[in-house]
């Protein structure tokens, strides 16, 4: 291997430099201050290589280390603004059941007040209400009153009040104490129906009917408050 080439270097020092370096050399136990002063200048040429090696060096770990974190951060945002969207489409949706929930509670309630129907409208369709079947939350005084002042014939017995619709309670008369003329409840049953022959049987219990089997024919001892 040939040995490098080699250049000439002439230096000019004062004369306390000079000394300086002559006495460096001898306590670094070189024999020459020119071997002496060349060690000192490839140590610093060498370590300044070596620095600027290890600041290219982390200038390019930087490098790759903040482009893998905006790439990182760049999907951390992406992630966060499609959960702000999700969360914006959960609130939307939620907002919407919220008013179809409003909506159809309101239904509901239009639909309950289409179908309520009043005390007399029920008794027109029932015929005949009990006092001792109705609920115990209901005012029976209030009710009942209620009931007379909508025209429904109010019988009392001694165990209760009826209620029965005075069209249904006028068919009732008509067909008791004009038309039947036998105490077989077969018989009466069908002349009356169902309804009409549960009243007859709350009514002969109380002694407010009594059959008459000479003239065979049922007499009318109802205590009615209403219409008569």
Not at 44 to 56: A, H, I, N, P, Y
Not at 139 to 164: C, D, H, P, Q
């Amino acid at each position: 291997m040939s040995e490098k080439r080699k250049r000439p270097l002439t230096l000019y020092l004062d004369e306390d430099l000079y000394k300086a370096l002559v006495d460096l050399s001898s306590r670094e136990g070189f024999s020459s201050l020119s071997d002496f002063v060349i060690k000192v200048l490839r140590d610093r040429v060498s370590g300044f290589e070596k620095t600027v090696l290890e600041d290219t060096i982390k200038t390019k770990i930087s490098r790759i280390v903040q482009d893998e974190i905006n790439k990182h951060m760049q999907l951390i945002e992406s992630l966060r603004r499609q959960v702000a969207d999700l969360y914006e489409r959960v609130e939307s949706i939620q907002e919407i059941i919220e008013q179809l929930r409003t909506s159809q509670r309101a239904e509901e309630e239009r639909a309950s007040r289409k179908t309520k129907k009043t005390g007399i409208e029920r008794l027109k369709e029932d015929k005949v209400v009990f006092e001792s079947t109705l609920p115990m939350k209901i005012n029976r005084e209030a009710f009942f009153n209620y009931l007379e002042r909508e025209g429904a014939v109010i019988i009392v017995t001694s165990k209760e009040r009826i209620a029965v619709d005075p069209e249904f309670w006028n068919k009732f008369k008509d067909a008791l104490f004009d038309k039947i003329t036998t105490n077989n409840e077969d018989e009466i049953r069908k002349l009356l129906g169902d309804k009409g022959f549960i009243l007859f049987q709350k009514l002969r219990e109380d002694n407010q009917v009594i059959y008459d089997p000479l003239s065979k024919r049922w007499r009318n001892l109802v205590n009615v408050k209403g219409v008569s």
